[in-house]
Structure formats: structure tokens, C-alpha cells
């Protein structure tokens, strides 16, 4: 008889397991999609805060490119005097302030459901540097750009020496003694070639006027001072620029000199840029440069030398160009003049148009306008006697067909008169400066060749492919405010202006 009171049958009874069973995987998906759901959304509200991020900052970018762009147009803009440190930068009213960072005027600008605010600071002494800070808004998230940037000149005429393709051999040679910035493209040259090879007391770059004949020096601006080491002094803020070729300094020839304290120049120049390096027997141990000695050419392919054939203004070259707009002197006798050029009264001449005129009158030269002598004429000037001296005024430009020689000195006339007047001397062919003991002040273009192979004071600029400076230590001083000053139809004065940052970061 079966007991029952105890039905053991039962527990063997499977009937409802496989619905516990499915409550508990149903349980676990639902638990697994909840913490997908969570992380799905948190990656979600990452992704649109790291978008809101890279919005901002691209956002602090474009406030950084406005600012950079008005500040390069104040320095286009205002030919005479341009400066971040005036009180306008491109038309807004603000700063300066060394101190403390002041809005440049933008406001909050909304930018693609954002918005920037543009921030700057000037540097003491400084008028070409500043610092600039932009802010980019989006929603609750904000990102910082501090950049410190500097505006340089392109032009060939804010050098002492603007040096372009080059030959066979160094393109500066010799003993010769530079005040003021060089920039040399040896765009013709290998690397290893030696752009510049220099010996004996020749100095690539000074950065003051120390010796400078005090007979010159009054005729020119005062330099700009600025402060090193608390100490105010006189500065051309030169730079070094190769930017192919090695630069060869040997025996005491330097690029800069080292800083002395308890007189009124700086020796150091500002910076140095040279990117296939230094040679010779001293090399990099005569460079005394700001920024040391291992910093590359810093403006890339944006300068090129200027040429004679390039197209401009709607003709087929620049050559063209100044022949259509200038004093044409084509006659065998007029040209025979301007090929003869001495102090002496029998040598007097004047032509004039209503697009330039020259003229002399015994050790007096006027100039206005563009002068251009066709038919291959030559420019030369040279002593009559013990008399060596032609003094000039006014401010033009000669284009001469043939070579140019300046064998006499040739000046401004009076103190502080250098470069309101100024006069500007070109040709596709070469200067040469043969005379010693000269001064000469002016504005100098070769196509080919600029020779200096004697004790001759050149205050202004000069830009050629290739300079000879002999041995017995010619001279080149920069005069900063040209570039202020140029000429009508001076080749390579349209050149602009660059932005460099040269340092950034992300605060």
C-alpha cells in the first residue's frame, strides 16, 4: 500500500523552473542594457563636451587670427610711424598697457553659437611684439590661447644688406663691417656653400652706431633705445636671416658682439637665423645673438629677391614699368652728362618732365621723381681734383641701362636730412664704389653686383645677388626709418609685412 501522507514524487517536479529561468535572463538584460544606456549616455555627454571643447578653442583661434590680422594691417596702414604702442591698432582705440592685459575692443563676438573675446599686452620698449590672448566660448565650457607674436618687414629695404641668388663663392666676402640687418637668400647655393666668409675685424652684424663719423650720424634719426640688463641703449634690432648657405666667420670676425656693460649701445644682435649653420675657425663661438645660434630660417618661402624682369603694374616687366613712368634720357650728349657726373661746374646739367627730373649745379644734385637713362646709359660720379663731395636733395629713383660707378662722396645736405631726402640707384648690371675714404647715403640696386673694395661709408641699404667687399674694411649702416622714406618707382618696395608667433600656449 503506498504511504500518502509523503508524495516524494513531487520533488522531482520540473514544471515552472524554465519561467524562473527566463525572469532571471530577462533580469540580467535589462540590468546589461541599463549600464549601456548609462555609459551610452555619458559617452554621449563626453562626446558633446569634448566637441564643445575643440568648438572653443577653434573658437579662441579665430580671435587669435582677427587680432593677428588687424595688428598687420595697423603696421600696413600707417607708413609713417606704424606701432602697436600708439594708442590705435587698425582704427580701434586702445592700450597700450605693459602691466596688464586690455580688451583690443572685439567685445564678446559671436561666432557659430560661440563667441570669443580678444585680450592684448604690449612689450616695454618693444613696438613690433605683443602678447595676445583670446578666450573661446561655448555654453559652460571656455578655452585660453596666449600667443606672443611679432610683425616683420619682407622688404629688402629694411636691411643694411639684402642679398639674393648668389655665385660661385661667397656672397659676402672680405673685411667689412655691417651695422644693421642682413638677410641673404642664396637661393643659387648648395647648402654647404659658404654664403658668407669673413675674416680679420669684419663684423656680419652690429647692432649700434658706435662708429659711425659723427659727421654722418647728425644727418640720420637717432635710434630707438631700448633696456638690457637696466641699462637704456641705442638698437637697430638687427637680425641675421640665411636662409641657404653657411655663414664663415673666422680670426675676429663676429655676428653681434658680446654684451659690455656702462655705454649706450646694445652689441648683441636681436636674433639670428641661419639654417645650414656657422663655419670657419670660429664659427658659432663669435655668434652673440639673443636668440643663440641654432634657429632656422624663420619665413619660409615668402621673400624673393626682386627682379628687374618680374612683371608689374600691368607690363610685361618691372623694367617696363619704370620706363613708362619716369624722365626718359635716351640722347648719346644727355647720357654722355649723366656718365660724367663731377663736382665741377662744366659738368652741370637739368632735365625735367612732368614724371622726374635731375639736375646739378657744380657739388649740388636735386632729384625727383623716376629718371630712367635707356640706351644702356651709365651713371657714374667721380672726384674733379681734390674736390670729391656731391651733395644732394630731394627723393627719386634712377634706373641706369648700363653700370654705375660712385667714386665721390654723395650726401644729403644738412643735419637731419637723411632719408627725407633720398635717392635711389638702380641697374640690372653693377655699382662699384672704387674711391677710398667715401661716404655715400642712398638706397642701391645691382641685378648682378655690388663692389665695395675700398674704405667706404654706405649709410643706407643695399640689395644686389652678389657683393664683393674687398679687403680694407668698407662699411654699411642700416638707417631704420627708410623703410619709411622709399623713393617713387624703388623696385622691391611693395613688400609687406609677416606675422610670426613666436610662442603659444594653452592655459
Same mark, same amino acid.
Given at each position: 500500500?503506498?504511504?500518502?501522507?509523503?508524495?516524494?514524487?513531487?520533488?522531482? @517536479?520540473?514544471?515552472? +523552473?524554465?519561467?524562473?529561468?527566463?525572469?532571471?535572463?530577462?533580469?540580467?538584460?535589462?540590468?546589461?542594457?541599463?549600464?549601456?544606456?548609462?555609459?551610452?549616455?555619458?559617452?554621449?555627454?563626453?562626446?558633446?563636451?569634448?566637441?564643445?571643447?575643440?568648438?572653443?578653442?577653434?573658437?579662441?583661434?579665430?580671435?587669435?587670427?582677427? /587680432?593677428? $590680422?588687424?595688428?598687420?594691417?595697423?603696421?600696413?596702414?600707417?607708413? +609713417?610711424?606704424?606701432?602697436?604702442?600708439?594708442?590705435?591698432?587698425?582704427?580701434?582705440?586702445?592700450?597700450?598697457?605693459?602691466?596688464?592685459?586690455?580688451?583690443?575692443?572685439?567685445?564678446?563676438?559671436?561666432? %557659430?553659437?560661440?563667441?570669443?573675446?580678444?585680450?592684448?599686452?604690449?612689450? +616695454?620698449?618693444?613696438?613690433?611684439?605683443?602678447?595676445?590672448?583670446?578666450?573661446?566660448? &561655448?555654453?559652460?565650457?571656455?578655452?585660453?590661447?596666449?600667443?606672443?607674436?611679432?610683425?616683420?618687414?619682407?622688404?629688402?629695404?629694411?636691411?643694411?644688406?639684402?642679398?639674393?641668388?648668389?655665385?660661385?663663392?661667397?656672397?659676402?666676402?672680405?673685411?667689412?663691417?655691417?651695422? =644693421?640687418?642682413?638677410?641673404?637668400?642664396?637661393? =643659387?647655393?648648395?647648402?654647404?656653400?659658404?654664403?658668407?666668409?669673413?675674416?680679420?675685424?669684419?663684423?656680419?652684424?652690429?647692432?649700434?652706431?658706435?662708429?659711425?663719423?659723427?659727421?654722418?650720424?647728425?644727418?640720420?634719426?637717432?635710434?630707438?633705445?631700448?633696456?638690457?640688463?637696466?641699462?637704456?641703449?641705442?638698437?637697430?634690432?638687427? /637680425?641675421?636671416?640665411?636662409?641657404?648657405?653657411?655663414?664663415?666667420?673666422?680670426?675676429?670676425?663676429?655676428?653681434?658682439?658680446?654684451?659690455?656693460?656702462?655705454?649706450?649701445?646694445?652689441?648683441?644682435?636681436?636674433?639670428?637665423?641661419?639654417?645650414?649653420? $656657422?663655419? =670657419?675657425?670660429?664659427?658659432?663661438?663669435?655668434?652673440?645673438?639673443?636668440?643663440?645660434?641654432?634657429?632656422?630660417?624663420?619665413?619660409?618661402?615668402?621673400?624673393?629677391?626682386?627682379? &628687374?624682369?618680374?612683371?608689374?603694374?600691368?607690363?610685361?616687366?618691372?623694367?617696363?614699368? &619704370?620706363?613708362?613712368?619716369?624722365?626718359?634720357?635716351?640722347?648719346?650728349?644727355?647720357?654722355?652728362?649723366?656718365?660724367?657726373?663731377?663736382?665741377?661746374? #662744366?659738368?652741370?646739367?637739368?632735365?625735367?618732365?612732368?614724371?622726374?627730373?635731375?639736375?646739378?649745379?657744380?657739388? +649740388?644734385?636735386?632729384?625727383? =621723381?623716376?629718371?630712367?637713362?635707356?640706351?644702356?646709359?651709365?651713371?657714374?660720379?667721380?672726384?674733379?681734383? #681734390?674736390?670729391?663731395?656731391?651733395?644732394?636733395?630731394? #627723393?627719386?629713383?634712377?634706373?641706369?641701362?648700363?653700370?654705375?660707378?660712385?667714386?665721390?662722396?654723395?650726401?644729403?645736405?644738412?643735419?637731419? #636730412?637723411?632719408?627725407?631726402?633720398?635717392?635711389?640707384?638702380?641697374?640690372?648690371?653693377?655699382?662699384?664704389?672704387?674711391?677710398?675714404?667715401?661716404?655715400?647715403?642712398?638706397?642701391?640696386? /645691382?641685378?648682378?653686383?655690388?663692389?665695395?673694395?675700398?674704405?667706404?661709408?654706405?649709410?643706407?641699404?643695399?640689395? /644686389?645677388?652678389?657683393?664683393?667687399?674687398?679687403?680694407?674694411?668698407?662699411?654699411?649702416?642700416?638707417?631704420? @626709418?627708410?623703410?619709411?622714406?622709399?623713393?617713387?618707382? &624703388?623696385?622691391?618696395? %611693395?613688400?609687406?609685412?609677416?606675422?610670426?608667433?613666436?610662442?603659444?600656449?594653452?592655459?
Amino acid at each position: 500500500m503506498k504511504n500518502r501522507r509523503f508524495p516524494w514524487n513531487k520533488l522531482d @517536479d520540473n514544471r515552472g +523552473s524554465l519561467l524562473i529561468l527566463s525572469y532571471l535572463v530577462i533580469f540580467v538584460l535589462l540590468t546589461l542594457g541599463a549600464v549601456f544606456i548609462a555609459m551610452s549616455v555619458n559617452e554621449s555627454r563626453t562626446a558633446e563636451r569634448q566637441r564643445r571643447v575643440i568648438w572653443a578653442f577653434h573658437t579662441a583661434e579665430a580671435g587669435i587670427e582677427r /587680432a593677428l $590680422y588687424d595688428l598687420r594691417r595697423d603696421f600696413v596702414n600707417d607708413a +609713417s610711424s606704424p606701432s602697436w604702442a600708439d594708442g590705435n591698432i587698425n582704427g580701434l582705440t586702445v592700450g597700450p598697457d605693459t602691466a596688464n592685459f586690455y580688451d583690443i575692443g572685439y567685445g564678446a563676438t559671436s561666432l %557659430n553659437g560661440g563667441s570669443y573675446a580678444v585680450q592684448l599686452k604690449n612689450v +616695454s620698449g618693444i613696438n613690433d611684439a605683443i602678447w595676445i590672448r583670446s578666450t573661446g566660448t &561655448l555654453g559652460d565650457v571656455q578655452q585660453t590661447i596666449e600667443v606672443y607674436a611679432k610683425i616683420v618687414s619682407i622688404s629688402p629695404w629694411n636691411n643694411a644688406i639684402f642679398a639674393g641668388a648668389g655665385a660661385a663663392g661667397a656672397m659676402v666676402n672680405g673685411n667689412v663691417n655691417i651695422r =644693421g640687418s642682413v638677410h641673404i637668400l642664396g637661393t =643659387g647655393l648648395q647648402s654647404s656653400d659658404l654664403v658668407v666668409d669673413l675674416g680679420g675685424t669684419a663684423e656680419i652684424i652690429g647692432n649700434n652706431y658706435k662708429d659711425l663719423a659723427a659727421a654722418l650720424k647728425v644727418k640720420i634719426p637717432a635710434l630707438p633705445t631700448t633696456t638690457v640688463n637696466g641699462e637704456t641703449v641705442e638698437t637697430l634690432n638687427a /637680425a641675421l636671416r640665411v636662409k641657404r648657405g653657411i655663414v664663415g666667420l673666422s680670426g675676429s670676425a663676429t655676428a653681434g658682439e658680446a654684451d659690455a656693460a656702462g655705454n649706450a649701445y646694445k652689441e648683441t644682435i636681436d636674433a639670428a637665423y641661419v639654417t645650414d649653420g $656657422y663655419g =670657419g675657425t670660429q664659427g658659432t663661438a663669435n655668434v652673440h645673438s639673443d636668440n643663440g645660434s641654432s634657429n632656422a630660417y624663420d619665413l619660409g618661402d615668402t621673400v624673393s629677391f626682386p627682379s &628687374l624682369s618680374d612683371p608689374y603694374g600691368g607690363y610685361s616687366t618691372y623694367k617696363a614699368y &619704370l620706363e613708362a613712368n619716369a624722365l626718359v634720357i635716351s640722347s648719346a650728349a644727355d647720357l654722355a652728362k649723366l656718365a660724367g657726373i663731377t663736382p665741377a661746374s #662744366s659738368t652741370d646739367f637739368s632735365f625735367s618732365s612732368a614724371k622726374g627730373s635731375i639736375a646739378k649745379s657744380g657739388g +649740388s644734385l636735386t632729384i625727383s =621723381g623716376i629718371v630712367y637713362l635707356d640706351n644702356n646709359g651709365s651713371l657714374n660720379m667721380n672726384k674733379a681734383g #681734390s674736390n670729391k663731395t656731391i651733395t644732394y636733395t630731394g #627723393s627719386g629713383s634712377i634706373l641706369a641701362e648700363g653700370s654705375v660707378q660712385i667714386n665721390t662722396d654723395l650726401v644729403t645736405n644738412g643735419n637731419s #636730412s637723411f632719408p627725407t631726402n633720398i635717392l635711389g640707384i638702380m641697374t640690372p648690371n653693377t655699382i662699384g664704389f672704387d674711391e677710398a675714404n667715401i661716404d655715400v647715403m642712398g638706397l642701391f640696386y /645691382a641685378e648682378n653686383t655690388v663692389k665695395a673694395e675700398k674704405q667706404t661709408d654706405i649709410v643706407g641699404t643695399i640689395v /644686389a645677388n652678389y657683393f664683393d667687399m674687398g679687403t680694407n674694411v668698407p662699411s654699411v649702416y642700416q638707417v631704420p @626709418d627708410v623703410i619709411n622714406h622709399l623713393p617713387a618707382g &624703388l623696385i622691391g618696395q %611693395n613688400a609687406s609685412w609677416v606675422m610670426k608667433i613666436v610662442s603659444w600656449q594653452k592655459l
